[in-house]
T-cell receptor
């Protein structure tokens, strides 16, 4: 297994467009997290899944943000009607159970122009 | 609620000098604590973790950290800095029913020749 994989690594989009990011967790990891990281800050929690169930989504930044994890495998994070303030690194992480460390992907850097 | 405070956004040391990065946490229940390292445009890599048991934890690349419950601290140290240690370091806490990792704002370690 090669770790958590995120696609794309970079995305440039025009303001108002929709974007979707994909995350493939480590096989058999039932927990999957999404974080956002802006310059000079630590990762900011957005949402997480336990298998296919989204257990916390109140921290998603607005109703323009949504995430799915069909069948409890890969996950997607969608941002609708992007704004310049959405420009950031979006990080995905997975873990086998709840009280172990999270393993991070390399992130997707979003630039909204 | 849980939170992490990292004292000092930047720490500068000479090569061969002691590295000390400070982390204080807040948690209403016994926490799990982590240190991660991030290189530019990369995801986060786990350095070390404390879950239960021995309070002095050794990690990769010669780093170690000590969990001090009375001081609510989990400071990261390395006896001798190397140029390759220059990176961003994040402390994280995970506790409570959901065990969602919460990160500090990070400390940038600068190593001078």
């Amino acid at each position: 297994d090669t770790g958590v994989s995120q696609d794309p690594r970079h995305k440039i989009t025009k303001r108002g467009q929709n974007v979707t990011f994909r995350c493939d967790p480590i096989s058999e990891h039932n927990r999957l997290y999404w974080y956002r990281q802006t310059l000079g800050q630590g990762p900011e929690f957005l949402t997480y899944f336990q298998n296919e169930a989204q257990l916390e989504k109140s921290r998603l930044l607005s109703d323009r943000f949504s995430a799915e994890r069909p069948k409890g495998s890969f996950s997607t994070l969608e941002i609708q009607r992007t704004e310049q303030g959405d420009s950031a690194m979006y990080l995905c992480a997975s873990s086998p159970i709840q009280n172990t460390e999270a393993f991070f992907g390399q992130g997707t850097r979003l630039t909204v122009v | 609620a849980q939170s992490v405070t990292q004292l000092g956004s930047h720490v500068s040391v000479s090569e061969g000098a002691l590295v000390l990065l400070r982390c204080n946490y807040s948690s209403s229940v016994p926490p799990y604590l982590f240190w991660y390292v991030q290189y530019p445009n990369q995801g986060l890599q786990l350095l070390l973790k404390y879950t239960t048991g021995a309070t002095l934890v050794k990690g990769i690349n010669g780093f170690e950290a000590e969990f001090k419950k009375s001081e609510t601290s989990f400071h990261l140290t390395k006896p001798s800095a190397h140029m390759s240690d220059a990176a961003e370091y994040f402390c994280a806490v995970s506790s409570g029913g959901s065990y969602i990792p919460t990160f500090g704002r990070g400390t940038s370690l600068i190593v001078h020749p």
